[in-house]
């Protein structure tokens, strides 16, 4: 038998944002969290669901409070966007500190061609800044994304990779349309 342990978790939150210069906005999000924190012993025999199914049957389950905070930044200068978050500035602990909400930075750049005068098409990217422990172990992500609109701005193509660059390979590919 090893360690078991089931976190849940809701929040509920309340943002500003402020325009700082022209192009330059600031904004932050402060959160209130209520999460669950439960523990206790699994057979590394037991099949996923059946582990799974455990979930409520572990000890604890004391639900705690916290507020936290999340912050970003948004700078615009024409075809040009560049921005940052902070999620969980105050990586609030749970469990008597047996969890911690992880701090997470991401940074990222999008190109608007439409606005430099070409064609409606949007490049984005970004990136986390720092590894950090997720639910699948540690994740590191970098993502790309690319939008285009046809027909007068009625139809919307886009596309979108990511890729976990630590801990467990991870990647994903997606497409979607808008009318």
Known sequence: ????????ATQV???????LLPGVHAGATVKYVRGTLRTGRQDALRTPSDLLGLGESLEGG????RVDLDVGLLAKAGPVRLGGVV?????????????RLPRQARVGAALDFE??????????????VRAYAGASGRRQVVAVGVEQW???RRVGLRAGARKNTAGREERSVTAGASV
Not at 13 to 19: D, E, L, M, P, Y
Not at 87 to 99: C, H, K, S, T
Not at 115 to 128: H, I, Q, R, S, Y
């Open 1 to 8: 038998e090893v360690p078991a342990r089931s976190w849940s």
């Open 13 to 19: 939150g309340a943002t500003v944002v402020q325009t």
């Open 62 to 65: 004391d639900a705690e409070q």
């Open 87 to 99: 999620r969980n500035v105050r990586q609030p602990e749970f469990g008597d500190g047996a969890y």
């Open 115 to 128: 606005e430099a005068g070409g064609v409606p098409l949007m490049f984005a990217v970004d990136v986390d």
């Open 150 to 152: 046809l027909m007068a």
